[in-house]
């Protein structure tokens, strides 16, 4: 009796043992691509569940003399379950453009659906999305810059932690899946370890020279759980040129709909 | 004599400005003033534009009622209101005072609608503009609206059109039904105007086939929906034709050409797709009741290169070809078998600097037709528009013979306010 229970318990003790070790060793042989990767889903989860946003932006274009033109945008912003957001914006001014507005469609996996509203014309165009390094309103932000960054269309590569404004954060490198069509070779992203929100990006253009750097700056909670920034800046190295984007007026849950992003109202945004 | 003509010329095109001066003050400014003032006073959003436009011809005149000279000025105010319920009211008047052309100098109301959005539909009440299509260079498919040619020649310019409009979106696409109740007639320059036929349509004699002339009730129907990387609207349409036939009358002792609208039954259809990196672009149309019973179709591409020798600019390419079927010689397209080439150049600077050139060529005649389109922005509020159109070796036997010496280079500014 003695003898079994001596060995029961010394069997039990092994398999802890062995059991601890293995995920001690699982641990430890996390890659750096896998932790790239659980840094991205874990920042993704955390904005989970917004359902819906609306949102006013201010777009300040500073070319390399300093002279400064600006563009006011109002978006809509509807959270889709298992795919990529739906987006509306809305062009205010410059006055020329007064009512343009862009609806898209963006896809976990394939190319993005984008439309745009020419109201002189009162004309719907389809957008080839696969023009995504092009430049939008010419500003120094892309179309892909702009999108909504979905989990699948990047890879990734942890590098190292490193404090950026008084964060520690998160310094990963991510990859365009559609290489073809993304005008960067690589990302390097700065997201805090706090609320895994991103503070800093540099861009590396397709011969994997510096080419953007976007700095973040004055997050704000919404709902309760949504971290939004109230600026983002990208200065561009190669024209001297850069673009300010600065947020106001966030509204959470405001009861969109996926009729809000159709045809109908796209024509009817204004 | 010479000089006495020029004189007279003169004379008469100056008495014609005060005239048009007073028609527009009297007709449209004064009681929209009155009207709209109080009404932007409670909450509406007011804009609008204001331009001033040059258009100078490069050849000497055909006929010699023209000039070589044109210098007009527009408006557009736009008011808008939009409700708690997402319903709203539109209403923009459009005005034209032209230096020489009586007929250019021409007012109309482009909108001035009500639109009623409930959950599941919406409905737009009043006067209106829809826009059917996909191509660059010609619009078949585009009905709904008639094109105020004097405007422009590319049919892009249009007339607001009075309308119940009923619109249905679903998951299997969506449905619009329009009840058209009043016709609009095409405008056409005038006898100072250039860019015109030899002899001048006489608006006021306007034809109809239907009894009940302009008070033709016309109908159309239209399903559209998204199939994967493609748009696509069908649509048909029973009503009188927005382009009429000309027949050969008198004005007085002149002789003049009368529009006669016919009723016609138009089949049309568009796509709009993307393919890997390109935009595929196509319309096609039937139609019966004009004559012989006849179809026409339109397709091409686009691709664009994105930042272009190391910049930030877009290049696209544009190529598309026309084909019309119709032999009837009295119902004239200059677009009967056409090949089309387009650069669109997008310098993506602050200013939205922009220049698209056309290239359309006749397939059968020499013809060819070139266009140039520049513009750009000036500081937040301004914008100036360059467009030069040349007529090239203009074959006798085109529709477009007479304006064969009618090359032009048109220079706008406009003020949005």
Known sequence: ?270 | MQETGDRSQKTESSEQWAKNVRRCLLRLWLPLLIILVPLSAHGYEFSGELSMEGRFFLGPSAYSEQESQYGSIAIKPEFYHQFESGSSVLFTPFARLDSSDDERTHWDIREASYLHLADQWEITIGISKVFWGATEFVHLVDIINQTDLVESLDDEEKLGQPMAHLSVPRDWGTVDAFVLPWFRERTYPGKHGRLRTPLVVDTEQARYESESGQQHTDFALRYSNTFWDADVGIYQFLGTSRKPTMELGRRGETPVLIPFYQQISQTGLDLQMVAGSWLLKGEAYYRSGQGTSHAATTFGFEYTFVGIIESSMDLGLIGEYVYNDDTDDNVVTPYNNDIMAGVRLAVNDAAGSQLLTGIINDMELSSTFVSVEASRRIGDKFKLALDATLFIDIDENEPAYSLRDDDLVKLELVYYY
């Open chain 1, 1 to 270: 009796m003695h003898t079994s229970k001596f060995t029961r318990a010394l069997i039990q003790i092994v398999l802890v043992l062995f059991l601890s070790v293995r995920l001690i060793q699982s641990v430890s042989a996390e890659t750096p691509e896998e932790k790239g990767l659980a840094i991205a889903v874990e920042a993704d989860k955390r904005d989970q569940g917004f359902a819906d946003y609306t949102a006013k932006m201010l777009m300040i274009l500073r070319n390399k003399q300093g002279q400064e033109s600006k563009r006011e945008i109002r978006s809509k912003t509807l959270e889709v379950v298992g795919d990529g957001d739906k987006s509306l914006s809305i062009f205010d001014t410059p006055r020329d453009v007064k009512g343009t507005a862009f609806l898209t469609f963006t896809h976990k996996v394939g190319d993005d659906e984008q439309w745009l509203f020419l109201p002189a014309l009162k004309r719907v165009k389809r957008i080839n999305s696969r023009n995504k390094s092009g430049s939008f309103m010419g500003s120094e932000f892309s179309y892909e810059d702009i999108a909504s960054q979905e989990i699948e269309k990047y890879s990734y590569k942890y590098l190292k932690d490193e404090k950026v404004a008084g964060h520690n954060c998160f310094v990963s490198e991510r990859y365009p899946v559609d290489k073809k069509n993304s005008g960067y070779s690589r990302q390097v992203v700065w997201l805090d370890k706090d609320q895994y929100r991103v503070w800093q990006v540099k861009y590396f253009d397709r011969k994997n020279s510096h080419l953007k750097t976007l700095t973040v700056k004055g997050y704000q909670q919404y709902a309760g759980k949504h971290w939004r920034a109230d600026e983002m800046q990208m200065v561009n190295h190669q024209s001297g040129k850069s673009t300010i984007l600065k947020f106001n007026d966030y509204k959470f849950k405001t009861g969109l709909k996926e009729s809000d992003f159709n045809k109908n109202s796209l024509k009817r945004a204004r």
